[in-house]
């Protein structure tokens, strides 16, 4: 982490991976830290989120948060703009365990690989690895 050179999350989060590649030494390591947390795919999930959760208009309200930050990989990591603690803002009864996880489940990996380029990539290269990749 100290060595990240801190120009984008994008950026970061690729360095950190590829050190940490390196550290290990074994194909069959293949690092992924998802940005900021897994809350990140949450943030990709509005729609369902706001079924799971029941609350009036947090699909919207997550639809600006992304939009103003560029996606949902890159909503701000800081201890008060954490994607968890904006979500826990958005609808003070989220559940970390249970409504993410939910939300996720009902949207789908193909949405959340659509709109978390990063995620995307990791799993390309699970379905390299495993000789299991899919044509798009």
């Known amino acids: ?6 120009r984008d999350p994008y950026s970061d989060v690729i360095h950190v991976e590829k ?3 390196e550290h290990v030494g074994d194909l069959r390591f293949l690092p992924h830290l998802v940005l ?5 795919w949450v ?6 989120l706001e079924i799971v959760t029941g609350k009036s208009g947090l699909a919207a309200d ?3 948060l992304t939009r103003t930050a ?10 008060d703009t954490a994607p968890a603690r904006r979500l826990a803002k958005l609808y003070p009864g989220y559940r970390r365990t249970t409504d993410g996880p939910e939300a ?15 995620a995307d990539a990791w799993f390309r290269t699970l379905e390299e690895h495993l000789g299991t990749g899919r044509t798009r």
């Open 1 to 6: 982490m100290s060595t990240r050179l801190q």
């Open 19 to 21: 050190t940490l590649n």
């Open 36 to 40: 900021h947390e897994a809350e990140a």
């Open 43 to 48: 943030l990709a999930c509005p729609e369902a």
């Open 62 to 64: 997550v639809n600006n």
């Open 70 to 79: 560029g996606g949902p990989e890159q909503v701000n990591d800081g201890y």
């Open 104 to 118: 996720i489940h009902l949207t789908g990996l193909d949405e959340i690989r659509r709109q978390c380029p990063h």
